[in-house]
């Protein structure tokens, strides 16, 4: 079992960059892959960015290649999302979840946190 708790979300403006972090609970955080997801109003969850557990291997979606970096710290059972270059269509609660493979679809993670607000201000 795993807890998730992200941080680092807030306002900014577009053009602006914002590091997002989620702190992971249990001896356990190395043999799992992360993922974040984020969810507009009225809008289903989609999928960001993965990793997988040993970090080697990263994933985006199309919207955010290029501006945004996933990356994690196994010692510190840490996981971080690097947004960089904001567009207001970016704002959403962005969550952060643990799975057994680094994939894109929701259903394939068994642990999520609470989530964190970033509004993008054009």
């Known amino acids: 079992q795993v807890q998730l708790v992200e941080s680092g979300g807030g306002l900014v403006q577009a053009g602006g960059s914002l590091r997002l972090s989620c702190a992971a609970s249990?001896?356990?955080?190395?043999?799992?892959?992360m993922g974040w997801f984020r969810q507009a109003p009225g809008k289903e969850r989609e999928f960001v960015a993965a990793?997988?557990?040993?970090?080697?291997?990263?994933y985006y979606a199309g919207s955010v290649k290029g501006r945004f970096t996933i990356s994690r710290d196994n010692a510190e059972n840490t996981v971080y999302l690097q947004m960089n270059s904001l567009k207001a269509e970016d704002t959403a609660v962005y969550y952060c979840?643990?799975?057994?493979?680094?994939?894109?679809?929701?259903?394939?993670?068994?642990?999520w946190g609470q989530g964190t607000q970033v509004t993008v201000s054009s």
């Open positions: 990793i997988s557990w040993s970090g080697i291997n990263s």
């Open positions: 249990g001896r356990t955080f190395s043999s799992y892959a």
């Open positions: 979840a643990a799975g057994t493979r680094p994939i894109t679809l929701v259903r394939g993670y068994d642990h």
